[in-house]
């Protein structure tokens, strides 16, 4: 989920980022305790930064593997917003998302890793980018959530001019998650196709929190605004076993790093 944000469910927009992180209590990551290398944090507001190459392995790990090399990355400086920090060909941008400007609410514990093709860089992208350098100078979350509310209005930022998706195949994220919309560390890989003002019932589609089963089917994700509202399609079970696999040795550095990244008991 991109950040698991806003899930549309009846006619109420869960915050993102959420529509993983509900949209599958069966896929719950536990936490774990911390290797002694951890750094402990009790949630707050003040950001720090990751560490350079680990955020980068974490960002590009929302894309596939084949696709890593040739993409962008992003890294948070905590006190300015966004850098590149690594220019790629392939038109296709990766970065750990820290601030989820729809919850009118800052954490230091939000960790999101994504990636957005050509179409959403100058899109989605963009208001990430932009969130995260009015978080940067001071803005109050109410206030970036208003602005951001007011640059869509204004036509500042727009949806996609095309299709196209967001890649949020992770085999770890932190946000807002069932059973309770409370924040905690998940494993859902999904991809986000742009589904600009469509809804569940266009599609025909009937998720359900209480059946992970009906999320397996592609759902319709609301984050925020009609703007960004996602189809959302997860990977299978085979998939989603084959990145946990593969990613082992970053979730174990994610894990050393900060404990609330830990992943090591994942209930089914």
């Known amino acids: 989920m991109k950040r698991l944000r806003a899930f549309t469910l009846n006619a109420f927009a869960l915050p993102a980022l959420t529509a993983f992180g509900l949209a599958s209590a069966s896929v719950t990551v536990t936490a774990a305790p911390a290797q002694d290398a951890a750094i402990a944090h009790t949630p707050g507001t003040v950001i720090e930064a990751m560490p350079a190459d680990l955020e980068t392995r974490y960002a590009l790990s929302a894309l596939p593997g084949r696709l890593r090399d040739e993409a962008s990355v992003y890294l948070l400086d905590p006190d300015s917003g966004y850098r590149l920090a690594r ?47 009015m978080r940067a100078q001071g803005m109050s979350p109410e206030a970036l959530k208003a602005e951001v509310e007011r640059r869509y209005r204004d036509k500042v930022y ?87 696999a593969e990613e082992k040795p970053l979730l174990d550095d994610l894990c050393a790093y900060r404990d609330v990244l830990c992943a090591s008991q994942v209930a089914h």
């Open 87 to 133: 220019e790629g060909s392939s038109g296709v941008a990766c970065l750990v998302e820290r601030t989820a400007w729809e919850l009118s609410d800052f954490r230091d514990d939000i960790y999101i890793p994504l990636c957005y093709d050509a179409a959403g860089i100058g899109a989605h992208f963009k208001v990430i980018l932009d969130t995260a350098a």
């Open 158 to 244: 727009r949806a996609p001019a095309k299709a196209g998706l967001s890649y949020m195949i992770a085999p770890v994220m932190r946000t807002i998650g069932p059973p309770d919309l409370q924040v905690r560390t998940m494993s859902m890989p999904h991809f986000m196709f742009y589904a600009p003002g469509l809804t569940n019932a266009d599609l025909g589609a009937r998720p359900d929190l209480a059946e992970p089963a009906s999320l397996m089917s592609p759902f319709i994700d609301r984050q925020g605004n009609d703007e960004q509202s996602y189809m959302i399609q997860m990977v299978g079970a085979a998939e989603k076993a084959a990145i946990l």
